[in-house]
């Protein structure tokens, strides 16, 4: 069993050392909780666990702390896939929800399971997802002054169980200040993806992270028998190509874990039971 989760980008431009290290204090208590939900649990209802808390945190550019969009909304995006069934859900663009994670939970049962916008949240009414206001006053004042605050802290989770099935869950509030109906990676298959044999989170700019399909890319490439390590340098070299700013978790089949960043720096964590590692 192993758990990696991260936090998004720290970038020292904007955040002052204490918010990184409150930020990995936060990474070390989520990731341990997460680890004992995962002895009972399987890989997929622990990544929705682990993102659920992080969302909850309004340290993370997800669900509560989201980011403001241009317009002065907060409209969220997340995703899940169950390496096992290969089944992908995800939900784009909800507004007032606090856990959007929850909803791509939900939306793995279903036959249509990506939904955007209004459609999300009036399948979220129809589930009983109650409305809930993640505005918080910190990112308030940051919109006022119009900045585009560090934003990166999008959160990520991939997870192997002890049956060896792979998860992996992605939860972001989106770049900050982007146009109204600007869709994220975070809830494609570029910016979280998982099968047999590997899971991927990806963090950072949405449109270089689709444009380098480095999820999917990633885990492909492990799928045809290239080493977690090698399918990430590989497909950070491509990144590198057109400068492309992404950060990403991931582990395979048999608890290798491994994270690559192109520009500052992503904090995260792994856990396997003993061995507690945060990084910023
Ligand atoms: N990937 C997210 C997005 O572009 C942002 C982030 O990871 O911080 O929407």
Known sequence: MKIMIHGGFFSESTQTEK?????????KEIIQKSFSYLSDNSAVDTVVF????????????????????RDGKIRMSASLMNGETKKFSGVMNVESIQQPIKLAE??????DRVLGGEGANLYALKRGVPNFNVETEERFQEYQQRL??????TVGCVVLD???KLAAATSTGGKGFELPGRISDSATVAGNYANNYCAVSCTG???DIVSAALAAKIVTRVTDGLS??????????ELSEFDGFAGAIGIDAVGNIHFSESHPQIVY???????LSVFQ
Do not use: C, M, Y
């Open 19 to 27: 918010t990184k290290s409150l930020k990995q204090e936060a990474l």
């Open 50 to 69: 682990a993102v659920s808390l992080l969302e909850d945190n309004p340290l993370f550019n997800a669900g509560t702390g989201s980011q403001i969009q």
């Open 162 to 164: 002890k049956n060896g």
């Open 228 to 237: 977690l390590k090698t399918a990430f340098l590989k497909s950070f070299e």
């Open 205 to 207: 700019v949405g449109e």
């Open 106 to 111: 939900l939306l793995q049962n279903e036959n």
């Open 269 to 275: 964590a792994s856990f396997d039971g003993i061995q």
């Open 148 to 153: 585009k605050s560090s934003g990166q802290g």
